[in-house]
């Protein structure tokens, strides 16, 4: 079957610290892996995505690393601020699909 | 910055009742998708919709369910006969797909509330 999921349900980091929120995948028939952001009452914002031909992607802030070999993504997100906290939820999309599957997310909370 | 916006934010209802709800998707998108997440939980696919017809569907999408794109612009969602378990946080998404640009941006929601 197919399931995104991830390790932790909570992650609580000191603000100006990394924070790195992982992801187990199961179908290696995903070729297209998202992160999302969801801060409370509002919808799912786009972070940053990549494709199974890559193991690295970086963005402002946040870099996504693919391990195919072991079907698990993260998110690493540099210099944890307040404006950080949220629920960051992946998500993977199969070749020939439209239908993305989200994992049950993570919150991030962030100490002062 | 373009984004996807849906109506109304909020919607209360009483099971048995239809109930409408409706975005306007990114401007160039041609794909567009309906997804739900009951309170507390992940967000769910229920249909994808491409060239005025449904491409993709989930098994939550019943009967009940049905999609349309009335005009240019707008995308609805109509739940038939609603039940106390379609309570939850109703999601349009757009994307554009073209040129490999698969990312699907997410509307604020609209919360919906069976009673």
């Known amino acids: 079957g197919e399931s995104v999921g991830l390790h932790l349900p909570t992650l609580s980091v000191q603000e100006g610290d990394n924070s790195i929120i992982n992801c187990a995948y199961s179908?290696?028939?995903?070729?297209?892996f998202i992160w999302y952001k969801q801060e409370s009452g509002k919808g799912p914002q786009f972070i940053i995505d990549?494709?199974?031909?890559?193991d690295k992607r970086q963005g402002q802030r946040v870099t996504v690393l693919l391990n195919k070999t072991v079907k698990h993504l993260s998110l690493q997100i540099a210099a944890t601020q307040p404006g950080d906290s949220a629920v960051y939820f992946c998500?993977?999309?199969?070749?020939?699909?439209?239908?993305?599957?989200f994992g049950q997310g993570t919150r991030l909370t962030i100490n002062p | 910055e373009p984004e996807v916006t849906q109506t109304p934010s909020h919607q209360v209802t009483q099971m048995g009742q239809e109930v409408i709800l409706r975005c306007v998707p990114i401007s160039n998108h041609l794909y567009f998708y309906w997804y739900r997440q009951i309170l507390g939980q992940k967000v769910e696919f229920l249909v994808s919709?491409?060239?005025?017809?449904?491409?993709?569907k989930s098994e939550i999408f019943d009967d009940q369910f049905s999609v349309e794109r009335p005009d240019g612009s707008n995308f609805t969602l109509k739940i038939r006969s609603t039940k106390l378990e379609d309570s939850a946080m109703y999601f349009c998404a757009s994307s554009e797909n073209r040129g490999g640009q698969e990312t699907q941006y997410f509307g604020p929601g609209t919360r919906l509330l069976v009673l």
């Open positions: 919709f491409y060239n005025n017809e449904i491409s993709e």
């Open positions: 990549i494709r199974s031909n890559m």
């Open positions: 179908n290696s028939a995903s070729d297209y």
């Open positions: 998500a993977e999309k199969k070749v020939g699909a439209q239908k993305l599957v």
